[in-house]
């Protein structure tokens, strides 16, 4: 078969020729993959900055995809940190870390979704006691993971979900995926009284934001839960002793660790059968790309 294989953490992957994978023990299925997501997980697993890689190379990258095994089952899988990745013509699983697909669901699509998607829907399903009505502050919503972060709030019942970004004209399209308002960093004020934050970008931009939206609450004393799930502009944040002093503010994060696997698993089953709309890229064998 053919895979990506990357050599060190500064070398590109290069597509070759690549043993077929040996299940290692009774539980383990070795199957084909359809697609496998390029996601910023991916690429910062593959180049060893992410906190749950492993260091350890050569390495085929991909930590998710669309397979078929034997018996023609067409699954999303999750893998364990492995050599192994999704980025090959096969690859080994523990299907218990899979959902089992529809026949005529689209592999690209699933494999563009999933990864993006989970993130939000864990975040309000398993981190944070999140009900229907309340309010919702997506920051770094005109990315892949922030555009199905305003869907699935609304999917899970929020009465106000407020898109925050950079790019007005990337902002200005997410009404139709179900924002009540986009607003930029400039105008952080205005999203005072969410109840929730979901932050795709951390960071100094994250910090600044703080004080002018908390300083802007009706109520200081109503809680507001800040859910850190993203770092794309940067991985510290010098979150100023105000912001902790003068509301009732609670800073969680999400992501690989802070929640039970098999929960992961019963969200994954549910996202996969209903993924929002995306524009996230996929690949089939990335490497020929």
Not at 26 to 53: C, F, I, M, P, Q
Not at 138 to 145: K, R, S
Request: charged share 20%.
């Amino acid at each position: 078969m053919h895979a990506a294989v990357i050599q060190a953490s500064d070398a590109p992957p290069v597509y070759r020729d690549h043993p077929d994978p040996a299940p290692r023990h009774g539980g383990e299925l070795a199957v084909e993959v359809l697609a496998a997501g390029l996601h910023h997980l991916t690429r910062a697993k593959a180049n060893g900055s992410h906190y749950s890689g492993n260091g350890v190379y050569p390495l085929v990258p991909g930590v998710d995809g669309v397979v078929r095994d034997e018996e023609g089952n067409v699954r999303y899988v999750v893998l364990d940190d492995t050599a192994l990745g999704t980025f090959a013509d096969r690859t080994l699983i523990d299907p218990r870390r899979s959902v089992i697909l529809p026949g005529d669901t689209d592999p690209v699509r699933i494999a563009a979704a999933m990864n993006p998607a989970m993130s939000s829907w864990v975040a309000l399903r398993r981190r944070v006691d999140f009900h229907a009505g309340q309010r919702v502050l997506v920051l770094g919503a005109t990315g892949n993971a922030g555009r199905m972060a305003v869907q699935i709030a609304k999917l899970f019942g929020a009465a106000q979900v407020i898109a925050a970004g950079r790019d007005a004209t990337r902002l200005g399209a997410l009404t139709a995926l179900g924002a009540d308002e986009t607003i930029t960093f400039d105008r952080i004020g205005h999203a005072a009284d969410v109840d929730v934050v979901i932050d795709y970008v951390w960071g100094e931009c994250a910090a600044d934001a703080m004080i002018p939206l908390l300083a802007a609450r009706a109520d200081r004393t109503a809680p507001l839960t800040w859910i850190q799930i993203g770092s794309i502009a940067g991985q510290t944040a010098p979150i100023p002793s105000a912001a902790l002093r003068s509301a009732r503010l609670q800073i969680v994060g999400s992501g690989i660790g802070s929640g039970p696997p098999p929960a992961c698993r019963s969200s994954a089953a549910a996202s996969a059968r209903s993924p929002p709309a995306t524009s996230s890229p996929s690949c089939r064998n990335w490497p020929q790309r």
